[in-house]
């Protein structure tokens, strides 16, 4: 895989839920589990399934930091 994003984080899918028309993939990193939100027929196209390894790719020209 070749993408131009500098932001590829390798994981597991511990989890896919899948919506009306919108699945929400949970895949753990390093420990940590981030959240994303693609379509139905991408899940299907891809064949997702819990325990595949697969790469969050994060695209984002901002990064906000927040405190409490």
Do not use: C, F, P
């Not at 940590?32 to 196209?45: C, F, G, P, Q």
């Amino acid at each position: 895989m070749k993408i131009s994003a500098r932001n590829q984080l390798h994981g597991t899918i511990v989890e896919v839920h899948k919506g009306a028309t919108t699945a929400h993939i949970e895949i753990e990193v390093g420990g940590a589990k981030l959240t994303a939100s693609i379509t139905n027929e991408a899940v299907d196209e891809l064949k997702l399934k819990k325990g595949q390894k697969a790469y969050a790719v994060i695209k984002a020209s901002d990064v906000m930091i927040g405190i409490d």
